[in-house]
């Protein structure tokens, strides 16, 4: 026989069949949808996921840091890991794979222009690692290397600011503040014990009343692309070079305890500077785990993105094991589904079957046929399924709005697989009872009951 | 008369046992036979008496128990069931009973049937087919379907379609039983000339010894023995 003989007898047959045909159909577009959409869930999550760590900072970054009260389980002093400074950082550096370490000077600011002002902690990182962080530039420049103090203001950082005159917050009004850091003076106070003192009308050691600390205008080097909105990893933060920062800080502290560093027993604090945190870019996100493990190994807490990711997949990898299944199980029912029709409509045609077993049509022109029948309700289920899953995606993409925007994502491979799915499935389910039609006495036909 | 007398059909020492439970049930007893290229032969009997079975055997429809059967030179008793499908389609043409037609097809579709299970294509068979209808005597009702004919037409494109393929063989079980007698003679003369025409085979049981005297041998049939065969020549002959 013609395929194309076989082609329009098997097709013939099922219109023949319409209701029951499209219930079948039906089986099999929502085993197909379910499984698509599942999967596409899981993809999506996945890519979303992928996309939100680019954004922030990439895979090749660790960060490293000093907690002074994680002592140790023995909790002896003698164990305790020694606080970060250059020589430690020095030491990172030198590990295998490691392209950029820099120490992390974090200090708290007060920053004011106008009625706004804001409080910010300024991350002071070496020249080297600010140009490494792939920030995207909008106005202006990152900070320089000349040994001048100028700050990088994330894109977000304007919401921070708040109107001392109005009492209102950025997340009141949602105005951005009248705030202009490139163009007019920007004032930053330091010593912030000093400020708050002052405003709330502290006294010293003398009775006297503590006047106001001196407010110092620090030039802005650039601020980040982006608009209020746009969220990446240091949107929120204030950049400086970290040798322009520490002399800022010691000029303004003198010999005074700098915040946040640490004094010895006599309350004097020390020459050097010391940190809370190391910024550390690796040369490959195949190394991180490695050079991680090296710095744990030297005392310290370290997080990557590399390292999270590696548990959201596999948190993922189980999420999508189970819608998947979820769909699978659909889709076995559907190939019951095609099986019983199968099934049925061979009973029915037991002396159509036979008669054309008497008038010779091949055995195997018949096991074909009723092959393709089944066939064809898994393709028609696949296609259909596959559109409605296409419908659901948008759907689902639509009300999840604007954060997870792509969370069911359907690439073109797992169209064609769900399709050849689809239609294996109803070829599989229709191969025990096309190998049945295939046997079918043709004495059934002439018997006349 | 030399060519006439080549055989098509042997039998020889053919046996059909049935068990039913525990009983067995003799269809066929010891059978030999020998039918000749052309010849029209009737196998007569009462019900029950075997003829169905005999001919199922002859058409490879269903194995002996025992015994030869050499159609066309070839011996089916031995045949799988795909070469027994293959031998039909090639040699053997089939009319039912019960005309056996495809609801879902009209009639030229019905009769083109056999020639599409042979891979011809769809205008060839078709023109073929209405040709068929045109010789049985059915031009106006070529886009009819079985339910929209009557017995007797349904018959003739019945006969049409066995003899679409110009088989060397056919085999027609009880033809004429649902159709009334003036029709049924209609049908077997029908039969009779297209068959005569082109020097083909025709076997068929009927129980009724009218349309048995149409043939050129008729077997009689007891207890599935053949018990009588009437040679109807030089009757026929005689007659003229
Ligand atoms: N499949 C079967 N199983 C058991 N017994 C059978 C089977 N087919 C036929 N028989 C028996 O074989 C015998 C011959 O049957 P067959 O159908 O050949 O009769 P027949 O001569 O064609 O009768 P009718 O004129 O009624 O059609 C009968 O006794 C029948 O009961
Ligand atoms: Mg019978």
Redesign the interface.
Known sequence: ??F??LLRMSS?NLL?RKLRTVLTVLGVVIGTASIVVMVSLGLGLRKTTMDQIEQSGGLTTVNVYYYEYAVSSSGSSEEQTQRINDEVVEQMAQIPHVEVASPVLSTYVLVKQGAYEANFSIRGMTYEALQSLDIDVGEGQLPPDDGTLQFFYGNQTLTNFYNARTNQYYWDTMEAPDVDLMNDPVFVIFDMDAYSQSQYGGTDENGQRIAPPKKYIIPTAGIMAGTLDDYSDNSYNVLAEINALKAQLKKVFKNKAIPGQPTNSAGKPYKEFYYDEVYIRVDSMDHVSEVQQAIRDMGYETYSNAEWMEQTQNQMATIQLVLGGIGAVSLFVAAIGIANTMMMSIYERT??IG?????????G?IRTMFLMEAGFIGFFGGLIGLILSFIISGVINLVAGEYYRGISYIPIWLVLVSMVFAVLVGMVAGFFPALRAMKLS??A??R?E | MDKAREPVIQVKNLYKIFRVGSSKVRALNGVDLTIYRGEFCAIVGTSGSGKSTMLNMLAGLEKPTKGEVIVAGEHLENMSENQLVKFRREKVGFIFQSFNLLGTMNAVENVALPLMFRGIDKKTREEKASKMLDLVGLSKHKKHRPNEMSGGQQQRVGVARALVLDPEIIFADEPTGNLDSHTSEEVLKLMRKVVQEKNQTLVMVTHDNHLAGFADRIFHIIDGKIVKIEDRKDYKEEEQ
Do not use: Q, S
Not at chain 1, 355 to 363: H, N, R, T
């Open positions: 026989m013609r194309l003989d013939t023949r002396k159509e008669i054309i077993k008497v008038l010779g049509c091949d055995l022109d043709p004495l036909a002439i006349n």
